[in-house]
């Protein structure tokens, strides 16, 4: 548009040039700076689905760790065997049953490892 205007003046070919050339350097800037808005929101797009996922994961381990604070563990006899039973202290459900020997051993596991995690759900 520009440059139509300019060779309308009977400008020289080296205006013309320049006044093209800046045309192509505005055009380059606008492509470029839409490339970066593309990018700034899908990086802000991650950023709040990696936000979401994190407070999830935090959710979950504060969930977990308020069940830990709801079991009870019993000793019992069966068939002979001492067994531990991993009850859950809200429903009196038995969560899990181990063998003592198995308990005993990941008792003294955690009172070397404080902060350990154990899973009782497989």
């Known amino acids: 548009m520009k440059t139509q205007r300019l060779s309308n003046q009977n400008t020289t070919p080296s205006a013309l040039r320049k006044a093209e050339q800046k045309e192509q350097n505005q055009e380059a800037g606008h492509k470029a700076q839409e490339q970066v808005n593309h ?33 009870r563990f019993h000793r019992v006899v069966k068939d002979g065997n001492d067994y531990v039973d991993i009850i859950d202290r809200v429903s009196g459900e038995v969560i899990k049953t181990i063998p003592e020997p198995d308990f005993v051993r990941l008792a003294n596991n955690f009172k070397q490892h404080p902060g350990l995690t154990l899973d009782i759900t497989s």
């Not at 929101?41 to 308020?66: C, F, G, P």
């Open 39 to 71: 990018i700034a929101q899908q990086l802000r797009e991650l950023q709040t689905k990696k936000a979401v996922q994190a407070k999830q994961a935090l959710e979950d381990l504060l969930e977990r760790s308020i069940e830990w604070r709801e079991l």
